[in-house]
């Protein structure tokens, strides 16, 4: 077993602002970021890792702890990302995220310095607005143009990403599905059923994942913004509806938006897309 772990322990079901937030660091080098966990790479049980070359310190406790938060205070089921990446250390990818504090404990034992996954849609309900800012694209203007169009988006809980976007968190509401849409609008993505998100304090690239204000609570999300994630799967001119004809988008009546919310509860006109996290 771990000896660390002990440690860890000590901050089960704790508020994790100051450990779930650390300052970027470097993962370590001398450690295959690449070989799954099935690999079964050599534990070292002496504290934390560190980078001889830039004297930073990735702390296994702290991430450790980040899981047991999140499963425990949230309900968000988890699993290993390689390290300093986002891709899945597990066969299965986010299929075997778990609640499960043994299978966490094991998982992050046998390679302390993998990433936190989070998977997003069902039983935690969790839908993730995705803002990019990479490419010369910034996701966070055609938000506010959306938010200008509609309304304000309430406040939630929000991290910021690795390449400097942000990651804000809702609540699906009861009965409502929606699966995971690449380019909503220019550098929107969302993340919900069928894929995950890298959580905090995440390391990608050398440049960490964290939380803007970890006390904030998640909040539903607004009719408005489901709307606009189903009608992007539609055709850019118009929507079908089945037996009443076609309305063009742009009218917004009431009949296009309780169509629209009708198959947000059916689950329909979702597109499947690759997993893929950000």
């Known amino acids: 077993s771990c000896t660390w772990l002990a440690t860890a322990r000590r901050f089960k079901g704790r508020h994790m602002n100051d450990q779930i937030n650390p300052p970027a660091v470097t993962p370590p080098q001398h450690q295959d970021s690449t070989a799954p966990i099935a690999a079964n790479t050599p534990e070292n049980h002496q504290g934390s890792f560190s980078d001889k070359t830039s004297g930073d310190t990735f702390d296994r406790t702290t991430v450790l702890s980040a899981c047991m938060h999140y499963v425990q205070s949230k309900n968000w089921p988890v699993f290993p990302l390689r390290s300093n990446r986002k ?8 299929k075997a995220a778990s609640l499960s504090v043994g299978q966490i404990e094991e998982w992050w034992c046998k390679n302390p310095t993998c990433n936190v996954g989070v998977r997003t849609g069902g039983t935690a309900r969790l839908l993730v607005i995705d803002t ?5 694209v910034s996701g966070e203007e055609p938000l506010a143009m959306l938010e200008r ?3 304000l988006l309430p406040a939630t809980l929000t991290a910021s990403t690795a390449n400097g976007g942000r990651h804000r968190y809702f609540l699906l509401p009861a009965g409502v599905t929606a699966r995971n849409r690449a380019a909503v609008r220019p550098g929107i993505n969302v993340r919900c059923e069928g894929g995950y998100v890298v959580a905090p304090p995440s390391v990608v ?3 960490s994942y964290s939380w803007i204000d970890e006390t904030r609570p998640i909040v539903e999300a607004p009719d408005w913004l489901l709307s606009v994630i189903v009608a992007s799967s539609q ?6 509806l089945e037996g009443t004809g076609v309305f063009e988008q742009g009218s917004r009546n009431d009949q296009l938006f309780r169509f629209v919310m009708t ?3 059916l689950g329909a006109h979702q597109d499947k897309t690759a997993e893929g996290a950000e």
């Not at 891709?87 to 986010?94: E, I, L, R």
């Not at 990019?132 to 010369?136: I, L």
């Open 87 to 94: 891709d899945p250390a597990v066969p299965t990818g986010y």
């Open 132 to 136: 990019d800012e990479k490419n010369g």
């Open 149 to 151: 169009e509609y309304s």
């Open 205 to 207: 690239d050398g440049k």
């Open 235 to 240: 055709s850019t001119d118009k929507v079908k």
């Open 263 to 265: 198959q947000l509860r």
